[in-house]
């Protein structure tokens, strides 16, 4: 019972500690991209690979933003990495995708991408590729000193409260945050169907 007392300590730690600022940056711009009509583009990889999914429903469905993640297709994503390398994969998907102005790159990570080390260099690329193309890049991610938190227009960190834990609460706060943000009145287009039957 030690480490389940610990454990759930450090998440109520975690989310006292998320920067309230930061989170309304985020929000700011993805209200922004959604005015514009732009589309939101979710990279993530292991575990947030599968947050991105998930996250991509939500966008659609409760905010209205047309949203994609790459590894929704599996098809495509191993062709790539297995033609042209898994550096390049997701850099090249949004290639693909014509990722212009007025759309949005959301990283969910926990180290952010790090080249020098060959840690998520694929989100690396595609962070690059996305400046270069002129959309906005945003994160919730693990760590400050990371490629995602050092390029972003706005970024959320989870703290590190537990450096052995900091995986499962990363990964654990990108869904608390995205659901934050697709349940802020500036964001939500649509009733949740839970909450609309209790109305």
């Not at 959309?135 to 409260?161: H, L, N």
């Amino acid at each position: 019972m030690d480490f389940v007392e610990r454990y759930l300590s450090e998440v109520a730690e975690v989310a006292g500690r998320i920067d309230r600022e930061a989170v309304g940056h985020l929000i700011n711009v993805l209200a922004d991209v959604g005015e514009r009509g732009g589309r939101l583009f979710i990279l993530g990889v292991g575990g947030s690979a599968g947050n991105a999914s998930h996250a991509v429903n939500d966008f659609r469905k409760i905010v209205g933003i047309e949203a994609y993640t790459p590894t929704d297709n599996v098809s495509e994503l191993t062709a790539r990495i297995n033609d042209d390398g898994w550096d390049s994969s997701f850099a090249n998907w949004l290639r693909g995708s014509r990722l212009g102005e007025r759309d949005c790159v959301l990283i969910f990570s926990v180290g952010g991408g790090d080249a020098e080390r060959n840690v998520s260099t694929n989100l690396v690329r595609a962070i690059e590729y996305a400046k270069s193309a002129g959309a906005r890049v945003c994160g919730i991610v693990g760590r400050s000193g990371g490629f995602t938190a050092k390029m972003a227009d706005a970024c959320v960190i989870v703290p590190t409260v537990n450096p052995q834990t900091m995986t499962p609460h990363t990964e654990a706060f990108q869904a608390v945050i995205w659901h934050l943000l697709v349940s802020h009145p500036r964001l939500q287009a649509a009733p949740m169907k839970w909450e609309s039957l209790d109305r």
